[in-house]
């Protein structure tokens, strides 16, 4: 009997190229039976996966062509920004445990790939007798044991290869860890910055404050008017009390967040400089929506699309006969020089093939499930690429947007104190003796001048977002 090759209908259940087949009619029979009860021709798994991509963001400015890298801390001239982002990369702990999954991810590729090859084994025995009035025995022996599966269909190569886009997977996490620790610890390093300029800004309202009231007081000696002006002066000035406590818990908070990114104890103790960082130029133009591909957590899920498209495929061949070789060898004498004599070497070598007829469905079952499996990662691939689009996008607009706030605010600021100033002078020389006048225009003043230190951190923050987003800089693609 003559089988064709592949067999009609075992699509993905044959060997693989330079594989061979013994070339005997026996065997064929043999195997297309065993063939017909694996129960071969599932559909075959998905092991990439690409998706379109626009030629440019939809939220990006047209211009000249840029390029993204991985050095976007580079773009930030702050030396105490690349001072903590870099003392996060050095000890933060979670990132020393994603760099031993990497490790232990190696070690997993070792053993598969170990897998493919033969195996030895070896032993040794020895032993005498000495009974009463019986002269003295000796005997020792040399046991050698080999195994090897010929892998015919490609199972353990497609399982090797399965860890090793493990190991890739783990390699793009590693690479994400760091990326995104790098971005918090520069958020952190910003959130403590803004955190001292709020507290300086109700100090200094508080003293604002404290002023107004010893004047009002003064007039109030004086003049035995502006009771309610007194009592208005010191609510204020326990409200401001009350926010320099607010500002410096914050502050406090803001600092253990980062000492603990730094992986030191969060006492709350670190200071920060008293100027944000200089927000780097425009977005580049024109930068390639397709180079949202390198990032890790896209490429990590890829490299584990892959991985169970391999796994789905050994799945299937497990439902193929097996091929074992073993091999088995030693020697006996007298004394131990026998043991290296190959004279007395005994060996043997056996083959096997071994086939499942019954398991109730089990192999068959695992095999589908590898498949949903691989179908589950095709979709959340998918979706994952749609979410990292809309994040790039909606980083890109608020970039856009965010600035143009600021230079609404920055003319609010201007106004706001130019009317606390001009109150201020009018109450003192009497123009206006309305003491609610110059509460609001102080109150107006202060919301203006802490709403741009937060606008600042927060452009700050969503170009840290965008960096995210795209999985790097602007400037290289890797």
Known sequence: MIIPYPPPGTAGCYPESGSRLPQSKAFGGILAALL????????????????????????????????????????FSDAGLKRSVNEALAHNRSLK????????????????????????????RGGATDGSGVPRIESYGLNLAASWEPDLWGRLRDLTRAVEADERAALEDFRGARLSLAANAAKA?????????????????????RKNLRIIERTYKATGEGALDIQFARTNVFAAERAVEAAKLDRGNAARTMEVLQGRYPGGQSRAASVLPELPGSVPAGIPASMVERRPDLAATRARLFASAKRADAARKSLLPDFSLTAG??????????????????ANITGRVDQVLFDGGALAAGARGALAGNDRLVNEYAQLALEA??????????????????????????????????????????????ILSVLEAQRRANNARASIIRLR????????????????DFRTGG
């Open 329 to 346: 060898g030693g020697t006996a004498g007298v004394r131990l020089s026998d043991l290296l004599n190959p004279d007395f070497l005994i």
């Open 189 to 209: 390093y910003v959130n403590l910055i803004s955190a001292e300029q709020e507290v300086d800004l109700a100090e200094v309202t508080l003293d604002s404050f």
């Open 36 to 75: 017909l009860l694996s129960g071969c021709g599932f559909q075959s798994p998905v092991d990439d996966l690409a998706f379109r991509t626009p030629g440019t963001w939809a939220e990006a400015s047209s211009g000249t062509e840029g390029k993204i890298s991985t050095g976007w801390l580079s773009d």
């Open 389 to 434: 689009f809309q994040e790039v996008e909606a980083t890109l607009a608020a970039d856009r947007s965010l600035a143009i706030q600021e230079k609404f605010l920055k003319s609010e600021v201007e106004q706001a104190s130019l009317a606390e100033k001009q109150a201020e002078r009018d109450y003192a020389e009497g123009v206006n003796p309305n």
């Open 457 to 472: 951190n927060q452009r700050l923050q969503n170009r840290f977002d965008l960096h995210l987003a795209l999985g790097g």
């Open 97 to 124: 445990a994603a760099s031993a999954r990497l490790r232990a991810a190696k070690e997993e590729t070792i053993i598969a790939r170990a897998r493919q090859l033969p195996t030895l084994d070896a032993g040794t």
